[in-house]
C-alpha cells in the first residue's frame, strides 16, 4: 500500500520537475529524494519520469498518475481536518434522542438552535424514544445525547433542563368541566388516560402515588404516548388526562384545562450524555443545561 507521505515526495518533485528544487521545498536532502522516487517506480512497475541532464518530466503515464495522487492527498487532507473537527466538537454527527416534553417545553428547540449556530458542521440526527430506550441507548453507544422523563441512578451525565406542572385536560362536555371549585376527590374513579405502564413502570407508579396524595384514585381505561393523541382521546370524551402546562396552547376544541394546585408532581425533563461521549454530545448537553 502506498504510503501518503511517498505521493507527497512525488508531487513536490512532479511539481518542481527538479530533485533539488523540490528536496529544498520538503526540507529533505536530494540524494534520499532520488531514491524515493526511484523505490516509487519500482513499487508501481512504471516510468514516472523522462529524466534529462537538469530536469525531470513526466511520462504519460507519471501525468496519470500525478492527477490520482493530488486526488488522494486532497482526500486524505480532508478526512484528517474532519476528525479534528470532530475532536473539537466542530464536525461529525449527533443522534439524539428525546421524548415528546422536552419539544412542548420548548428546551430541544431552544438547544438545538444555539447548538445549530455555535456548530453548523456537525448533523443532526433526531430521534423520538422512550426514557428508558434511550437510557439504554446512550449506554451501548447507539444514541449521543437524550431528553429524557426519568435519570437513571448512575452511568451517565444528567442534568435538569425543563419542569412545568401538569393541568387536568377534562372534555367539555363532562360535568367536572363547568365547575367552579374543583374538589380533587370527585376525580376519584373517573376514567383516566394515561402514559403505557410497560414503558416506564417508575414513571406510572410515581404519577398514581401523586394522584392519591392529592385525594383520588384515577381509573386507568386507556393509555398512548402522543400528547396530541391524548389530547384528542379527552375531546372525543374518552377520559380525563394530566398534561404538561405548555400544552395548553395546542389543546384541540372540546378541552378544558383546569388546574390542580395540589397536585405535587412536575413534568422534568432531563438531558443525559455518556460520561465519554463526543466533544460534539458534550458540547451540546452543556448549551442545553445552561
Known amino acids: 500500500m502506498l504510503e501518503l507521505w511517498r505521493l507527497g515526495y512525488f508531487v513536490a518533485v512532479a511539481e518542481e520537475e527538479n530533485v533539488g528544487r523540490a528536496a529544498t521545498r520538503l526540507g529533505v536532502s536530494q540524494s534520499p529524494l532520488s531514491q ?23 511520462t504519460a503515464d507519471g501525468r496519470r498518475f500525478l492527477d490520482q495522487a493530488r ?27 428525546f421524548v415528546e416534553g422536552a419539544v412542548h417545553a420548548g428546551v430541544l428547540g431552544r ?20 426514557s428508558g430506550d434511550q437510557v439504554q441507548a446512550l449506554r451501548d453507544g447507539a444514541l449521543d445525547v437524550g431528553h429524557i422523563y426519568t435519570p437513571p441512578a448512575d452511568g451517565l451525565r444528567i442534568a435538569q433542563v425543563a419542569e412545568e406542572p401538569y ?25 383516566f388516560i394515561a402514559l403505557p405502564e ?42 380525563l388526562a394530566m398534561v404538561q402546562e405548555s400544552l395548553a396552547a395546542t389543546a384541540p376544541a372540546g378541552v378544558v384545562l383546569r388546574d390542580l394546585p395540589a397536585f405535587p408532581l412536575r413534568m422534568r425533563v432531563y438531558a ?3 460520561e465519554n461521549g463526543s466533544a460534539a454530545a458534550q458540547a451540546y448537553f452543556e448549551i442545553a443545561v445552561a
Open 36 to 58: 524515493r522516487i526511484r523505490e516509487l517506480e519500482a513499487g508501481l512497475g512504471l516510468a514516472l519520469f523522462h529524466r534529462e541532464r537538469k530536469r525531470l518530466r513526466l
Open 71 to 97: 486526488t488522494l492527498l486532497a482526500h486524505a487532507a480532508a478526512v484528517e481536518q474532519q476528525a479534528h473537527a470532530a475532536g473539537r466538537g466542530e464536525g461529525g454527527r449527533l443522534a439524539m434522542g
Open 111 to 130: 438547544a438545538l438552535r444555539r447548538f445549530r449556530q455555535d456548530r453548523p458542521g456537525v448533523g443532526i440526527e433526531l430521534r423520538a424514544m422512550r
Open 167 to 191: 393541568r387536568l385536560a377534562i372534555p367539555a362536555d363532562h360535568p367536572l368541566a363547568a365547575e367552579g371549585d374543583l374538589v380533587e376527590a370527585r376525580l376519584d374513579g373517573e376514567a
Open 198 to 239: 410497560r414503558g416506564n413502570p417508575q414513571a406510572r407508579a410515581e404519577w398514581i402515588a401523586a394522584c392519591r396524595a392529592t385525594g383520588f384514585t384515577p381509573d386507568v381505561r386507556v393509555e398512548a404516548i402522543e400528547p396530541a393523541t391524548i389530547l384528542g382521546l379527552v375531546a372525543a370524551g374518552v377520559g
Open 272 to 274: 443525559a450524555v455518556s
